[in-house]
């Protein structure tokens, strides 16, 4: 019998790495390396746990993502996502393993829709530019993998974009959906199996791992009121411009699509929802 391959993980326990762990864990044997163990912003200390760290790739989730609050705190942010992940891959390369970095549609400006792997680069926010510089770390060595707007997890410091809209919808309050900009709106279980044909396929290249949709934040509370049953009385409209005033800039258009994901199909929005309500997961 073959043996499982070893991953060693940064951000198992968030929204998308809990997940992945869960559905995973009969096929990969996965090592968690909390932040407590290991801050990634101190290279003698990562290079100390990666090195005497039995694995075979290294999965790199662990990042800063709060849009809005990187604006001004970009030292922070940098050395966390910019200077973490130099400091990771190199113990990786080092160790002679290989990497999993997790991006974002964030890299992209979101003028020139649609986006694919291979499409150009142009953050407009901090947050995005950080991600930005992670992935010129990594490319043509380590993996890259893009998401769009994940959703689906499970954790108790921090609501996905459907749990937040479900959660407003329950108490009756009139949730605003900006009708001009487009969202890739990604199952988390989704990812999990495409990252499990990934580790056992691996190629040091970029995959958009994406949902097989893009829609406008109206539309996509307009989804789940439809699946779920909300009073779609309840959904009111805005704008890009007004909706993000005195925020940071996120890309108009984030609509990805995946030249390279010929190995599993992703749901739509709509059936992604359809799945998490067998579920009962969020409802």
Known sequence: MKPKLIIAATGLDGLIGSRINTLLKNDFEFINIPESSMDITDKDKVNEIIGETNFDIFLHLAAYTDVDSAESKQEVVWKINVDGT??????????????????????????????????????????????????????????????????????????????????????????????????????????????????????????????????????????????????KDLIGKTTYSEFYKDKALRPKNSILKSKGNHFYTMKSFEEGLLYLKKMLSHI
Do not use: W
């Open 86 to 231: 130099k400091n990771i891959f190199e113990a990786v390369e080092e160790k002679g393993k290989k990497m999993v970095f997790i991006s974002t549609g964030f890299v992209f400006d979101g003028e020139h829709p649609p986006y694919y792997e291979d499409s150009t680069r142009n953050p407009i926010s901090f947050y995005g530019k950080t991600k930005y510089e992670g992935e010129k770390i990594v490319e043509g060595r380590g993996m890259i993998i893009r998401l769009d707007y994940p959703y689906g997890g499970k954790v108790s410091y921090k609501k996905d974009i459907v749990e937040s809209i479900v959660s407003g919808l329950k108490q009756g309050k009139e949730i605003k959906g900006i009708i001009d900009q487009y969202f890739t709106p990604t199952l988390i279980d989704d990812v999990a199996y495409a990252v499990k044909y990934l580790f056992s396929n691996f190629s040091p290249k970029i995959f958009h791992i994406v949902g097989a949709d893009s829609l406008t934040g109206y539309d996509i509370i307009h989804t789940i009121c439809k699946v779920y049953g909300f009073n």
